[in-house]
């Protein structure tokens, strides 16, 4: 069983046993142990056998790094770095591609390839990016090379942000590895921002997800257009406050700690084109394929529409192994190409309204290609989804009557409406004993939050995590 944010284990057992050990002390260097002892233990309770995998991947971008830095303007810096990107990249192909392009030779020559049937280790995706930020940043000369592993170690496997990200990248938390200052304000924040995703994860996002299970689950035949309407706006709010409520869950316990993680997402639903929604979703791994492949391979200067093109195939890719994945790639591939030859100076003329609807209306169908693997249930659901089958389903409506109220909580809490109370609390705090007032209003909110959430955790079984398969 996986050890998971949202789970009573973590929430009551393992976070306060890890606080307390990390706490008894205020020397950074113990610190460090005991959060990369317990990071090690959290990895290792869902699966034991690849934190070997995990263990040796850092060892080769850390003998990588050290190797670079000794032949520092050399010919065997770049060859050390070469072999470092395609170990790290090899750990990824092998686990989570091999089968992927094994079935798809097969199916294209008509052979049988024997496949190799391995599990997808948690976090594979995020903890190999993550290796290669640092040694392709030490061979750029950005970062310091890190002369102790296991620093390098705590980096790669630090439990915040260790199975479903942000991306941080070593320059991000290099410094704070060795000089980080614990503050009751920061670990507050952190605390706040913890609950808030919290909730946006047990709450929003589980029972939008049981919406999108019943609906989108089942015999694609028998879905109404309004079912399918429902199902597939029900998964968006699904992904988005799952993910987004994952981040901010890291972002505040990295807080707790005394670090400082990037924002992963801007409300990226109040999105007035695709490019814009792109700026706003999954910040960090749009960042790491803008500086570590786009611009690698020449970004505007020369090819830009064939780099894009890459950068998108492997963005789907990135995402499963899967040729959905790849639809979906190319599906954004196509709009963002469209946006800045044609459309986007069009868009800029439109009511802001209209710029929304349309990239709403976008999105949304580009998370049909995201949910379903099966190609011909993406088929299934198009037909029902314009009209095939019927305008609308008696069960299916009542089902989507029990559900409307997180939908509606989903919609409105998917703008920018968090970040205003919270600019109108900053704002507060500085008004006659309006501190007080902000400083109890948290307090609350942090234990009915923990309430709330523990309520529907224990009544529920339904508690997955998207962002867990890649």
């Not at 996986?2 to 706490?23: D, M, Q």
């Not at 090899?90 to 686990?95: K, Q």
């Not at 993680?261 to 394929?289: C, G, K, M, V």
Request: hydrophobic share 55%; proline share 3%; net charge positive.
């Amino acid at each position: 069983m996986r050890l998971v944010f949202s789970s009573l284990t973590f929430l009551y057992i393992f976070l306060p046993l890890c606080l307390v050990a990390y706490f008894l002390t205020s020397k950074i260097k113990v610190r460090n142990f005991i959060l990369l002892l317990f990071s090690l233990v959290f990895y290792a309770w869902g699966e034991p056998k690849y934190i070997l995998l995990m263990l040796a991947a850092t060892a080769v971008d850390y003998a990588a790094g050290l190797l670079i830095e000794k032949f520092r303007g050399n010919w065997k810096a770049k060859l050390f770095l070469i072999l470092a990107v395609v170990l790290t990249l090899s750990v990824l192909g092998v686990f989570k591609y091999a089968d992927f392009f094994a079935n798809s030779v097969g199916s294209i020559f008509h052979l049988q390839i024997p496949l190799l049937g391995l599990s997808l280790p948690i976090g594979i995706s995020f903890f190999t990016f993550q290796a290669l930020t640092y040694v392709v940043d030490v061979y750029r000369d950005r970062v310091p090379v890190q002369p102790y592993y296991y620093k390098l170690l705590l980096y790669v496997s630090m439990f915040p942000q260790l199975i479903a990200g942000p991306i941080v990248r070593y320059s991000d938390v290099c410094v704070q590895i060795d000089n980080r200052v614990c503050t009751w304000q920061k670990a507050s924040k952190g605390v706040l921002r913890f609950c808030i995703g919290l909730l946006k994860k047990a709450i929003v996002a589980n029972f939008a997800g049981e919406l999108t299970e019943k609906l989108l689950g089942g015999d694609l035949s028998a879905l109404s257009l309004v079912g399918a309407w429902a199902g597939i706006f029900a998964y968006a709010i699904q992904i988005y406050f799952d993910f987004s409520g994952y981040s901010d869950m890291a972002i505040g316990l990295g807080h707790i700690f005394g670090f400082d993680f990037p924002e992963n997402f801007r409300y990226p639903y109040a999105a007035h084109s695709i490019n814009d929604f792109w700026r706003r979703w999954h910040i960090t791994l749009s960042s790491f394929f803008r500086d570590y492949v786009y611009i690698p391979l020449g970004g505007n200067r020369k090819r830009w529409a064939l780099n894009m093109l890459v950068v998108w195939l492997l963005t789907g890719l990135w995402h499963g192994a899967s040729w959905n994945f790849v639809l979906w790639g190319l599906y954004y591939f196509f709009f963002l190409m469209l946006e800045k030859l044609y459309l986007g100076k069009f868009l800029e003329k439109l009511p802001r309204v209209v710029q929304h609807i349309y990239a709403v209306a976008v999105i949304l169908i580009g998370w049909v290609f995201f949910y379903f693997e099966d190609l011909s249930a993406i088929k299934a659901f198009f037909t029902a989804a314009f009209g095939g089958n019927s305008f609308s389903d008696m069960t299916q409506n009542a089902l989507i009557t029990n559900y409307v109220v997180v939908l509606l909580v989903g919609a409105v809490f998917s703008m920018p409406v968090l970040s205003r109370i919270l600019s109108f609390g900053g704002w507060l705090c500085e008004r006659k004993g309006g501190k007080l007032l902000v400083n109890a209003s948290c307090i609350v909110f942090v234990f009915a939050a923990l309430w709330i959430s523990t309520a529907a955790l224990v009544g529920s079984s339904y508690n997955p995590f998207l962002y867990f398969r890649f």
